[in-house]
């Protein structure tokens, strides 16, 4: 990543100012022979071996499935994994035993990857939360079941540093991490997996011997495929990610306070909704051209607009509004101008004035006062983003989801197709959305094969999302998404081919469709949607560190044969 993306002066500043207060955290083992041995950060980690949970407990229904309903599981049991020895344990009970694993942090993936009725035993890291400062790796080291809101809050109160993660509060590292992980200063700052230095990872060779790996993205590290790997793998797949660590490419020194993106002091925010009442299909087609034309010219690595990050929310009729939340980082000069050109350029010529933010949409909260542009602290605007968690917040929620990178703004034909879902006045789900993440900026400073997250020269994506209550209405939902997507994407076999439009999916917002001829259509293969020419290597890392593909799930990486 070119230094000039990242404002490192400031960073450096910033460091400096609170290093003298930050502290330093206890050393872990860099020496792979040593690791599973080290106890590890806090003192719920350092407790040693967590809890087995059987049917008859009564925490066992709770553990069975995660935030997507539709995927339950009936392991013999729930293993709590409390340190690296106990992860060690657990795989080598579990591989002798002959018994389907799945492996679990935060419990937030939307497809049946941790929770389906083959997994015998769900492996959950939820308790090992630690956060610290690891002098000897010069970097911070973050345990798997960590959330994410607490990581931006201990390290940014810790040291002033931050990674550039996802909105959501609740998402779990071990997941988030290994799929790339994107987040409202990922155009600023770039994924979170370019800022990651290292990974602890257990693995179990053909023989069934189990060990624990350090894995560096060091030039001469023996294991760096394996931290390649996790740089937007996919998790699930090469064994169990016990813990992170995370130090930025062109960090120098020994201050822990220089060892990560600061975040910018105070964030500009704005939120606004535009009425359904008040669009017509020219103003929506409008609307949805400009979002995409602006993205299109201002996404460059070295745009003054990578500190600019848009959520926007296209909900369906039955919802009401559509709802954008953008930030710019309040720092930075011209600020508020850059805001309001953008805000002009997104809604000019729509034909409907954007109103107060009154109602809550997906992961954002009514806003009202955002109509006029608000400068808070950035971890408050953090905060407030992704509070409201719409799968989480519903126990019974069943979600279908899809997703698409674009590189350029929408054809004809999609708006049009976008318009004939999202304005049915047929489709009575208020919690349908299509959500529009700013991407680009210092993203596509990093080369596709450099990491596994290959899509690199992208400037927008999609979040297809619907979420409904009742299991009879599974064919319903699902029929309706599937058609959406297909209709959206016809002009490319109904999937987002890897073109000069489109440029494929996201692995953290996994597709199971696209694994099935039933559905993917395209004749082009859900690895080549996801991860592009960098799934033959991921399958070389596989069968290396897991030549039995012991760690598998509907669609992992497959051993190269
Ligand atoms: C409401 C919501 C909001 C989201 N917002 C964002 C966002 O803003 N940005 C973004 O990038 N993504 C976002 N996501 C997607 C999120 O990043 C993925 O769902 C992520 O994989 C979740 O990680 P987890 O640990 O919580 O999930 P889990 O369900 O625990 O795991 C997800 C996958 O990772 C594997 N895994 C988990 N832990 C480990 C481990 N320790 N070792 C090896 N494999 C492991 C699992 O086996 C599974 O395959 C969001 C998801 C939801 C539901």
Avoid at 250 to 265: F, I, N, R
Avoid at 350 to 376: D, F, Q, V
Avoid at 425 to 435: A, E, L
Wanted: negative net charge.
């Amino acid at each position: 990543m070119a230094s000039k993306h990242i404002d490192r002066r400031t960073m450096l500043t910033r460091g400096a100012a609170v290093a003298g207060s930050a502290a330093v955290g206890t050393a872990l083992a860099a020496d792979p022979a040593t690791a599973a041995t080290t106890p590890g950060i806090g003192t719920r980690t350092a407790a040693g071996t967590g809890a087995t949970i059987g049917p008859d407990d009564p925490r066992y229904d709770l553990l069975t499935n995660g935030i997507n309903q539709r995927f339950i599981a009936q392991p013999d049991h729930i293993k709590m994994i409390r340190s690296t020895k106990d992860a060690e344990d657990s795989v080598r009970a579990a591989y002798r035993a002959g018994k389907r694993i799945s492996v679990r942090s935060g419990g937030h993936c939307l497809a049946d990857f941790t929770c389906n009725p083959e997994v015998e035993i769900i492996l959950d890291f939820s308790e090992m939360t630690g956060v610290d400062y690891d002098p000897r790796f010069r970097a911070f080291v973050v345990e798997s079941g960590a959330r994410l809101y607490n990581v931006f809050e201990e390290l940014y109160k810790g040291w002033a540093v931050t990674l550039p993660g996802g909105v959501c509060h609740s998402v779990g590292v071990g997941g988030h991490v290994s799929g790339g992980g994107y987040g409202l200063l990922s155009r600023a700052y770039g994924l979170v997996v370019d800022h990651l230095y290292a990974v602890e990872v257990v693995v179990v060779d053909t023989r069934g011997k189990v060990r624990t790996v350090i894995a560096t993205r060091e030039k001469d590290d023996p294991n760096r495929d394996l931290w390649w790997a996790h740089t937007g793998g996919g998790g699930g797949n090469f064994g169990l990610a016990t813990r992170y660590w995370f130090r930025s490419p062109e960090a120098t020194g020994t201050v822990p306070g220089d060892q990560l993106v600061s975040p910018p002091t105070t964030m500009l925010t704005s939120a606004i909704d535009i009425r359904w009442e008040d669009l017509t299909e020219a103003g929506f087609t409008r609307l949805m051209k400009n979002f995409g034309a602006w993205h299109e010219a201002n996404s460059a690595p070295d745009s003054v607009y990578r500190h600019l990050s848009s959520l926007f929310n296209v909900n369906t009729r039955a919802h009401g509004r559509l709802s954008l939340y953008t930030q710019i980082d309040g720092d930075i000069p011209g600020a508020d101008k850059l805001l309001d050109d953008y805000l002009k350029a997104i809604t000019a010529g729509i034909g409907a004035r954007p109103t107060a933010m009154t109602k809550p949409s997906g992961e954002l909260a009514a806003m009202p006062n955002l109509i006029e542009p608000t400068r808070m602290h950035w971890l408050k605007a953090a905060r407030m983003v992704g509070a409201p968690d719409p799968v989480g917040a519903n126990p019974e929620a069943r979600v279908g989801l899809k997703s698409a990178y674009f590189k350029k703004n929408f054809t004809d034909h999609q708006v049009a197709e976008l318009y004939r879902y999202f304005s049915d006045p047929d489709f009575g789900s208020p919690d349908t959305t299509m959500v529009l993440l700013s991407f680009g900026g210092t993203i596509n400073s990093i080369a596709e094969p450099d990491t596994a997250s290959a899509q690199r020269s992208s400037v927008f994506k999609v979040l297809f999302q619907t979420i409904w209550s009742e299991p009879e209405q599974d064919d319903y939902y699902m029929a309706w998404i599937r058609s959406l997507y297909e209709d959206v994407f016809a002009e490319t076999k109904g999937v987002p081919e890897i073109g000069d439009v489109t440029d494929g999916c996201y692995i953290n917002y996994p597709d199971m469709d696209m694994a099935d001829d039933r559905f993917n259509r395209s004749g082009i293969p859900w690895h080549f949607l996801f991860y592009k020419d960098n799934y033959a290597r991921l399958r070389k890392v596989k069968s290396r560190w897991d030549p039995s593909d012991f760690f598998r799930h509907s669609m992992s990486v497959k051993p190269a044969r």
